[in-house]
C-alpha cells in the first residue's frame, strides 16, 4: 500500500486494504471504511458542484457524527479546507469564524441554523448552507442558499482539484491571548506527519478501538480520527453529558485508547470504574494542560494494566511531547521528550540553547509547525519565527531560514533530555482543557453594558484546571448586578468560557505604566484575599 501524503489519503488507503473493517461508531450505527470512502467521494462532487475552488473554506456546526467526518476528510479531498467549529460555540463567536476566513460553505443541523439566522447576513462570503437533517429547506433569502445533506451526496463523484501536501487542509481556531479567537493554519504534511507520529509511539494497530471524547475542532480531539485512520483502526464518536458516559462507552465498546484533557480525568478518577475496562483499554493518554499527581496515580489504581502516556501539545505545531510509560513512576512532573519526527528545544531570549535545568522557552521545530494565523501578520510573527543560525540542526552553509513554533512557554531539560513545564509566559486562561483569552471574556462583558470597566484572569482550581474569575465595576450611572451579569454570560459565551464568579469594585480600575488596566496586580490581590 502506497503511504499517505495527503489528508484524504488516510481514509483512500485503508479503504483500499480493509474495505469491510469499521471506521466509525456512532450510537447503534457503523460505517465501514468504504462507506467512509464513498461518503467523501459523493461530498466531493457535490461541493465541487457548487462552484468551489482550491483553498476554500468549508465550515463545520456539529456534533460528532458522521456528518462531521465525511465533511472534514470530504473538504480536503476535493481540495478545499475544513473549518471545525467547537459545538459548544455561540452564534457570535461562530459568525465571527465564518466571517474571519471566509467561509463559502456551511454544515450544519436544523437544531444549529435558528440561533446564527440572524447574524448570518455578515458572512458576506457564505453562498451555501448544508444541513443534515431537514425535511423542508428554509426559504432562500439574499446570496445563501440551502441543500440538504443527501442531496449534496448524491452528485456524481468528480475528482477534486489538485493540491499538495504542504497546501492548506485546516483551520483550526483557539482563543489568542489579546482577544478574537486565532484561526492556526494546519497543512496536508502537518497532519499527515502528526497521525504517523502518534500512532507509532501508541502503537496503534488495525486491531485499535480508539474513543473519540474531544471536541473534534481540537487539534488533540481530531487526531483521534487521523491516527486510526493511519493504521485502519475503528474510532467510536462520543457525545458525552456526564463522565459516567465516558466509562459505560469504554466499556460497551471495548474501547482500547483513550486521550482526554485533565479536568475530565478529575471527573472519572472519582467513580468506580469496571474492573473489566482494563483488560482491554491499552493505554490513556492526556492532553491540554498537567495531569495532577493524584488523579495519575488514582488512574493508575483503577486501569493496572493500562499504560498511561502524558503529553504536551500546541495547536501551532499539533504535538510536541510525550512521556513514555516506563518513564512515569521515575518522573511523573515531566512532559517527557520529543514525539517522533520533532525536534524540541530549550533556547534563552538570544536564541542560545539553554544549560541541563535552566528555564527557557519551548521553541518546536520540524514537520509539524504549522503555516501560521490566518489573514494576522503580526500575531504569526510574534509565535512562529525563524530559528537562529547558531540553533541545533541549523549548520551555517543553510541560507534559507527555517520557521519554527515559539509556544511562550518557560521549561527545563534536565540532564537526560527530559523537559519540565514551568509555567506559560501570556495570560491564557486553561480551564476544562480550553485556552480561553481574558480579553475574549472581557469583550463580551463590555458588549452588555452591564459593566463600566471589567478584567477577567485565572485562578488555580481542583477539577478545572484555572477557574475564570472576573473583577468589574458598574456602568456610568448604574449598578452592578453580578447575578444578572452571569445570566447574560451564560446566554451569549460558551459554558467554559462563563465566569466562575464576578467581584464588584468601585472604580476606577488600577492601570500599568502602558496605561492599560493592571491585570496581574488584581489577580494577585484577588487571590491573596480569597484563596
Not at 447576513?121 to 451555501?128: G, I, K, N
Not at 520529543?338 to 542560545?352: K, T, W, Y
Request: hydrophobic fraction near 40%.
Amino acid at each position: 500500500m502506497n503511504d499517505s501524503y495527503l489528508l484524504p489519503d488516510l481514509v483512500s488507503r485503508s479503504a483500499l486494504s480493509s474495505p469491510t473493517a469499521t471506521a466509525l461508531t456512532y450510537g447503534p450505527e457503523s460505517l465501514t471504511y468504504a462507506s467512509l470512502q464513498q461518503s467523501v467521494a459523493g461530498f466531493v462532487g457535490g461541493v465541487l458542484d457548487l462552484g468551489l475552488q482550491r483553498g476554500e473554506r468549508v465550515a463545520i456546526y456539529l456534533e460528532k457524527r458522521f456528518e462531521t467526518v465525511i465533511a472534514s476528510f470530504g473538504a480536503t479531498a476535493a481540495g478545499c479546507v475544513f473549518v471545525p467549529l467547537n459545538p459548544l460555540l455561540k452564534a457570535e463567536q461562530v459568525t465571527y469564524i465564518l466571517r474571519d476566513c471566509n467561509v463559502r460553505v456551511l454544515i450544519t443541523s436544523n437544531e444549529r441554523l435558528p440561533p446564527l439566522t440572524e447574524s448570518l447576513a455578515s458572512c458576506h462570503d457564505l453562498r451555501h448552507i448544508v444541513l443534515t437533517n431537514a425535511e423542508q429547506l428554509p426559504p432562500c433569502g439574499g446570496p445563501v442558499a440551502y441543500l440538504r445533506w443527501d442531496e449534496l451526496l448524491q452528485t456524481p463523484p468528480r475528482a477534486g482539484h489538485r493540491v499538495i501536501d504542504t497546501d492548506m487542509a485546516a483551520i483550526l481556531y483557539t482563543s489568542g491571548s489579546t482577544g478574537k479567537p486565532k484561526g492556526v493554519v494546519l497543512s496536508h504534511r502537518n497532519m499527515v506527519a502528526g497521525a504517523k507520529s502518534v500512532a507509532s509511539y501508541l502503537e496503534n494497530t488495525p486491531d485499535d478501538t480508539l474513543l473519540a471524547a474531544l471536541p473534534l475542532s481540537f487539534d488533540a480531539g481530531f487526531s483521534q480520527l487521523t491516527t486510526a485512520f493511519h493504521v485502519g483502526a475503528r474510532v467510536v464518536l462520543l457525545n458525552y453529558l456526564l463522565p459516567r458516559d465516558v466509562l459505560k462507552a469504554l466499556e460497551r465498546e471495548k474501547v482500547t485508547g483513550l486521550t482526554a484533557v485533565p479536568p475530565l480525568y478529575i471527573q472519572l478518577a472519582q467513580l468506580d470504574w469496571p474492573a473489566s475496562i482494563t483488560e482491554h483499554l491499552r493505554y490513556f493518554a492526556n492532553t491540554g494542560g498537567r495531569m495532577p499527581r493524584e488523579t495519575l496515580e488514582a488512574l493508575r489504581r483503577r486501569l493496572p494494566k493500562t499504560k498511561p502516556f502524558l503529553m504536551y501539545g500546541l495547536t501551532e505545531a499539533f504535538r510536541s511531547t510525550f512521556l513514555p510509560p516506563g518513564e512515569v513512576d521515575k518522573r511523573p512532573d515531566s512532559i517527557g521528550k520529543a514525539i517522533p519526527n520533532a525536534e524540541i528545544l530549550v533556547l534563552r531570549e538570544d536564541g542560545s540553547p539553554c544549560a541541563p535545568n535552566e528555564p527557557g522557552e519551548l521553541v518546536h521545530r520540524g514537520a509539524l509547525v504549522g503555516l501560521g494565523y490566518w489573514n494576522d501578520p503580526e500575531k504569526t510573527a510574534e509565535r512562529y519565527k525563524p530559528l537562529p543560525a547558531n540553533t541545533p540542526g541549523r549548520e551555517p552553509g543553510l541560507v534559507i531560514p527555517e520557521l519554527a513554533v515559539f509556544s511562550g512557554d518557560t521549561v527545563r531539560m534536565d540532564e537526560e533530555g527530559f523537559i519540565y513545564f514551568i509555567g506559560r509566559r501570556d495570560e491564557m486562561i486553561k480551564t476544562s482543557g480550553y485556552r480561553v483569552s481574558p480579553t475574549e471574556v472581557e469583550e463580551i462583558l463590555y458588549a452588555t453594558k452591564m459593566v463600566g470597566e471589567c478584567v477577567a484572569f485565572g485562578v488555580d482550581h481542583p477539577a478545572l484546571g484555572q477557574a475564570i474569575q472576573v473583577i468589574a465595576t458598574p456602568p456610568a450611572g448604574g449598578m452592578l448586578d453580578p447575578v444578572a451579569l452571569l445570566a447574560e454570560c451564560r446566554q451569549r459565551m460558551p459554558a467554559y468560557m462563563v465566569p466562575a464568579g464576578i467581584d464588584a469594585q468601585n472604580g476606577p480600575l488600577p492601570r500599568n505604566p502602558n496605561g492599560k488596566i493592571d491585570r496581574k496586580t488584581l489577580s494577585t490581590e484577588w487571590v491573596e484575599k480569597n484563596m
